[in-house]
């Protein structure tokens, strides 16, 4: 029987881990990811996991921690946000060189400066060129339900890549929802034993992890990674149906609502996702023609699925909730770049929205629309900006 | 010596070696520009040498010390350094 629980999105992660009891967690805290530590401790210290639990000094000393375990043979998994991520900057493409399939949840925080604990990307969108599979969720039912995706994503053979699951900090990490669990006995049979791949602890096959890889050799490593990149869109959809089927819920690497006769889209990540679909119903009572399209995968980057929603729009509007400064958001010059071999090219449009966690809500999204429809848009534009 | 002939993905995934001992055939003794050289009349034996050397480069036979493994050593000095009878002396290659 399905079980219903009022949980924010950090415990709902906590408890994903704990019905898979993982090998080895190994993390630091740091807000708004903190739940998810306090309360996986929690269930270690009950006896509820026989979880190898290590509070490290660091970030840096927490992945380095997971990648040592992960390569030794465990199922391994960690969390953080912000300023914890940077830290962990060296160590995310030690992980995914080495092809170890840690699965880390990321509470997106801004990245300070100015000092701001609030919910942005620039966090997991600063480590997009590190080799990690980054699945973004909307809700606590996702952070829940992404987390069991991952770890059977990131373990496919034909992946083994380090994965982020990312929820929006506070919006998503800290608001109580209801929540939709599955039994434990579902999720151990759903994620299954953890294979590894010559792990160090194989006495009768001894291997050595992360040597120095001349330059001979680097490109060529570098370029199974991209292969392996590649395999995670099958994968990733083989996995989703196959949790369709345990779960009832249903979800795909972009998820389009009401486009079909829509003139006019917007795309977000995230939580903002569902303010998106709340403005397109109202819109769609006014007569307007309008639709969005939630991106959950956003590396690798399902362009070809992109392309296909966006083709022959007259207008699409791309909402990133971070900044590369000189440019505009990262999400947008990707979608642009999937829409240039189209034969009908919609106007694409950028909204930098939501840093350092200001709201966004029903009408600055109408602002978007809106703008979008009269074609008032500029290239790149900065949502509620006092300017 | 680089095993350049393969395809991408006939190599192992990640950088690993699965191949064990395979350093051996990684022939450091090639980057060295200075050589050690022992004078066994002063030598006493004591190891120190091989016990310092960071490349397992100290050749010894029934505890005593019987010079060392050319393929191997950087000729980094530390042995010439520690040698308490100053019976290691390190000379320039070519010279």
């Known amino acids: 029987m399905e079980q219903f629980l009022a949980m924010n999105g950090d415990q709902a992660i906590a408890y994903a881990w704990k019905q898979i009891d993982p090998d ?66 060296e160590m995310l493409y030690i992980a995914s060189s080495m092809r170890l399939p840690i699965v880390m949840a990321v509470a997106n925080r801004a990245l300070s400066g100015p000092i701001n604990i609030h919910c942005d990307h620039d966090d997991s969108m600063g480590g997009r060129d590190s080799g990690w599979i980054q699945i973004y969720g909307e809700n606590a039912q996702e952070a829940y339900d992404n987390t069991l995706m991952a770890f059977r994503i990131a373990e496919h053979m034909d992946v083994r890549l380090p994965a982020m699951t990312c929820l929006d900090g506070f919006i998503t990490s ?27 602890l194989d006495v009768h096959n001894p291997t050595s992890y992360g040597p120095f ?28 149906k196959e949790f369709a089927q345990i779960s009832g819920r249903s979800y795909d690497l972009i998820e389009p609502y009401r486009v079909d006769d829509a003139d006019y889209v917007v795309l ?11 403005v397109v119903d109202e819109l769609r009572a006014d007569g307007k023609k309008v639709g969005s399209v939630k991106l959950r995968l956003f590396r690798p980057f399902p ?29 947008f010059p990707e979608v642009r770049s999937a829409l240039y071999d189209v ?10 929205y939501g840093l350092g966690g200001r709201d966004v809500g029903v009408d600055d999204v109408k602002v978007v629309f809106n703008q979008l429809m009269k074609g008032e848009s500029k290239t790149v534009n900065y949502l509620g900006v006092r300017m | ?18 191949e064990k001992g395979s350093a051996r055939r990684y022939r450091t003794g090639d980057w060295r520009s200075r050589r050690p050289e022992v004078d066994k009349e002063k030598c006493i034996d004591c190891l ?11 050749m010894v036979e029934d505890e005593k010390m019987k010079g060392f493994r050319y393929s191997h050593c950087k000729g980094c000095g530390i042995c010439a350094t520690e040698c308490p009878k100053k019976a290691i002396t390190m000379k320039e290659e070519g010279a």
Not at chain 1, 35 to 64: K, Q, R
Not at chain 1, 178 to 200: I, T
Not at chain 1, 343 to 352: M, S
Request: glycine share 8%.
């Open chain 1, 24 to 89: 080895v967690v190994a993390a630091y805290p740091i807000t708004p990811q903190t739940i998810i530590v306090e309360a996986f401790s929690d269930y270690v210290a009950d006896g509820h996991v026989n979880t190898e639990y290590v509070c490290a000094e660091s970030e840096h000393s927490a992945l380095s921690l997971c990648i040592g375990a992960s390569a030794a043979g465990a199922r391994t998994a960690t969390a953080t946000a912000s300023a914890g991520f940077a830290y962990m900057w």
């Open chain 1, 174 to 200: 800290h608001s109580l929802e209801n929540m939709s669990l599955l039994q434990d006995d579902v999720v151990k049979r759903f994620v299954g034993e953890f294979k590894p791949v010559r792990p160090l």
């Open chain 1, 213 to 240: 890889d001349a330059p001979e050799f680097y490109f060529e490593h570098k370029y199974q990674q991209v292969k392996a990149m590649e395999e995670v869109i099958p994968v990733m959809r083989e996995v989703q």
């Open chain 1, 268 to 278: 977000a990540a995230g939580s903002t996702a569902g303010t998106l679909r709340e």
């Open chain 1, 303 to 331: 362009a070809k699925e992109i392309a296909k929603v966006l083709e022959g729009r007259k207008g699409a509007a791309v909402m990133d909730r971070a900044i590369s400064i000189g440019a505009g958001g990262p999400i």
């Open chain 1, 343 to 352: 034969a009908r090219r919609p106007n694409i449009v950028d909204y930098v």
């Open chain 2, 1 to 18: 010596m680089a095993e350049t002939d393969k395809k991408y993905d006939e190599y192992p995934i990640g950088g690993m070696i699965t």
């Open chain 2, 48 to 58: 120190f040498c091989w016990v310092f050397c960071p490349d397992n480069s100290v």
